[in-house]
Every structure is written in C-alpha cells, then in structure tokens.
C-alpha cells in the first residue's frame, strides 16, 4: 500500500467512527433518547406540590410623618425638658438632615427584615411610635402613641427598629443642650405609597 491509500483509509476510519459515536449519543443510552423520558401511567398518579403565592411588595415598610394620634387618644407622656422632640414638620436643618439619614435606615433595615407573617396574613396599617434615641444613637424606649394599633404591627414596628439600632450618633446641633432625642414617626405597613 501506497502512503496515499493508507492516509485516505484512516480518515475513512474516522469520520465513520465519528459518525457512529455521534449516533449513539443522540440516539443510544448514552442520549436524550425515548426510553429516558419517564412516562406517566395511570398506576403512576401525578402529584403536584402547591404554595401560597404570596403578593410582593416593593416597599413594604415606609416611615412617613409622624402624625399625633387623634385628639381622643391618650399620648404616654408630656415631652420633658431633657429631650427634643422632631417628627416630619421639623424645618432646622440639622434635625432634619438627621431624621432622613435615621429614616433611611430604619426603612432599609426594616424591609429587609420585614416579618413574613404580616405579608402571609395580608396584615396592613399604620403605627405611630415615637423612639428615643440617646446621645450615642442608641435606643432608650419606644412608645406606641395612640390606641388604634393592631398589636402584630406595633410588635413589628418595635422589633424593626431594634434591629436597625445602634443609628449614628445624635450631633449636638439637632440635641441642642438636651441629653435625649425623641423621634416620632409613622410605621406604614404594607401600604400603597401615596
């Protein structure tokens, strides 16, 4: 045999060992053949596992003004002089800067960590609480205002704070002279932004 024929029949050999792999990995058990689709019989029922969808919300928890509970509820407690008090009407620069950058996080924190089980139930509302915040940005107490609270969001409302705290400092500015912050706020839940 000539080198001619010789390199003509190896790559005969080839391609036709080429073309026999090639069918048995479409077609044989090595492939997505036929035989490897599982099929359903009637001895063989079908099952289906189903979950409670469950409505997705952009922002489920928003902090907006903090609105002072109606003129028949009773507030906790008179503002006492150690401590100043802002809410959304507050105009000194300040406080007002320090209030967005604490609602910031606190609307952060709080929809990341928003209970699952208000979103399940289809709990929605309004809470007003007021935070005190001491010098350092920690939390003194939280205060439910008013008495129209539905207990699983004041619950909430309490929890998603602490979970936000410590919040930066208080600068001296927005305390001016006192040793506590009060912040009031309402905590909306599940509600369409206006």
Known sequence: MDGATLARDRLLMAVLLSVVVHILLLFGPFGPGIASTPRITPEMPLTLELQRAIP??????????????????????????HQRHIDGTTRDEPAARYLRDWILKAEAVGNRAYPRALIEADIT?????AVTLNASGGIITTRILGH??????ARAARRLVEAAAPFPAVPPAVLQGRDELVITRTWSFGEAAP
């Open 56 to 81: 997705q919300r952009s922002q489920p928890m928003r902090l907006v003004a903090g609105a002072a509970p109606d003129a028949g509820q009773a507030v906790d407690e008179q503002p006492r002089e």
């Open 125 to 129: 509302g309004r809470v007003v609480m």
């Open 148 to 153: 129209e609270a539905p207990p699983a969001l």
